[in-house]
């Protein structure tokens, strides 16, 4: 073979292994969604925990439609109502397991970050699966929601490069005593299914979370949510900060606003004490860089 021909193979394999690497289809569980009250109990739980109803809300159920502004354009909020046509009536197990650990859609095409699939990609199979089958038990409706306003430049395959320049250029997160099953289950609820870091923590030009700067306080568009790191919330105790997802007051008696009270309306005041009190006990735990 000559030199040329040789190099030109060697440059189309690279090309099929890299877009292979970026493009290629997760493998997940198939299992039957479980239509058992307790655990469509459970996943209404989950859900409200996934703070899912601040951006899925419609005119009826989780109906979809809100629109979501961003630097990177308006997204729309899909409807997520078993409705099999404008809805996600058809789809199994496998389809949320994708969507919520992955970011992929039924098809294989890539969500946008506007829908936090980074944070619930740390998820629990379980935990996604308990969504699913509440999600499922809901009444059908039918209702479009308008397509997303994005620059011509976003299209969705360049998803593929940006999650795995996400996942290089993130940053590790601060090491928490997570042998502490109280500090855990915080960690959880916070890194995972209460996506705190979507809005508190700071991101690059391209929109990458820098998780090493966890919670260190970020602005979007107009909006900007405070630092909530162990120095800003140095005068919080672990009570005051419990009883603040719970009613949204702070310790000086003054009510958050802005985006948050959303959070506390449907996620963070629909929890047990337990786990406000694991969120409390996680944000005011030591953190190493
Ligand atoms: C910050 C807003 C936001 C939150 C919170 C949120 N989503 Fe979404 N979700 C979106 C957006 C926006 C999309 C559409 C993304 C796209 O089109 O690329 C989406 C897409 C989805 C899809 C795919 C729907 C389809 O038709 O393809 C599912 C399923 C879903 N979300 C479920 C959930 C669940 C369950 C929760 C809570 C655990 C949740 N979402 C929380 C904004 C949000
Ligand atoms: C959708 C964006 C968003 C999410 C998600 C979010 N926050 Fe906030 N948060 C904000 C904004 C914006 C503010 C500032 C509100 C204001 O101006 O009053 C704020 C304020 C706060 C404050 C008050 C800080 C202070 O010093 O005044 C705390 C504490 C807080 N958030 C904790 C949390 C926790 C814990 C979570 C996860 C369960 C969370 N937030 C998730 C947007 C968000």
């Not at 890299?18 to 493009?23: A, E």
């Not at 419609?58 to 109502?81: C, K, R």
């Not at 197990?93 to 992929?104: C, I, S, Y």
């Amino acid at each position: 073979m000559s030199k040329a021909l040789s190099f030109i193979f060697t440059v189309m394999a690279l090309l099929i292994a890299v877009s292979y690497w970026m493009f290629a289809m997760p493998t997940v569980a198939n299992p039957p969604l479980s239509e058992e009250e307790a655990i469509i109990e459970r996943g209404a739980y989950l859900v409200n925990a996934g703070g899912c109803i601040s951006c899925h809300e419609g005119n009826e159920g989780l109906s979809g439609g809100m629109a979501l502004e961003s630097d990177f354009g308006t997204f729309y909020a899909p409807n997520i109502t078993p409705d099999p046509v404008t809805g996600i009536g058809t789809w199994q197990a496998r389809d949320f397991l994708l969507a919520m650990q992955h970011g992929r859609s039924p098809s294989g095409s890539f969500y946008f970050p506007a829908f936090p699939y980074r944070s619930y990609s740390d998820m629990t199979e379980k935990d996604v699966l308990d969504i699913a089958s509440y999600l499922m038990a809901q009444e059908p409706v039918s209702f479009n929601v308008p397509d997303h306003e994005t620059p011509l430049w976003l299209q969705r395959w360049t998803l593929a490069a940006w999650n795995k320049l996400a996942d290089a250029f993130e940053g590790e997160l601060p090491e928490v005593d997570t042998t502490d099953p109280k500090v855990a289950r915080g960690a959880y609820l916070a890194r995972s299914l209460g996506h705190c870091s979507e809005c508190h923590t700071p991101r690059n030009s391209i929109g990458i979370l820098q998780l090493n700067n966890e919670f260190a306080g970020a602005t979007m568009g107009e909006s900007h949510a405070d630092e909530i790191d162990l120095e800003a919330l140095s005068a919080w105790s672990e009570e005051d900060f419990a009883f603040f997802l719970l009613l949204g007051m702070k310790p000086d008696g003054e009510f958050v606003g802005g985006e948050m009270e959303a959070v506390i309306e449907h996620n963070t005041s629909t929890l047990t004490d337990e786990d406000r009190q694991a969120l409390a006990a996680f944000f005011k735990s030591p953190r190493e860089r």
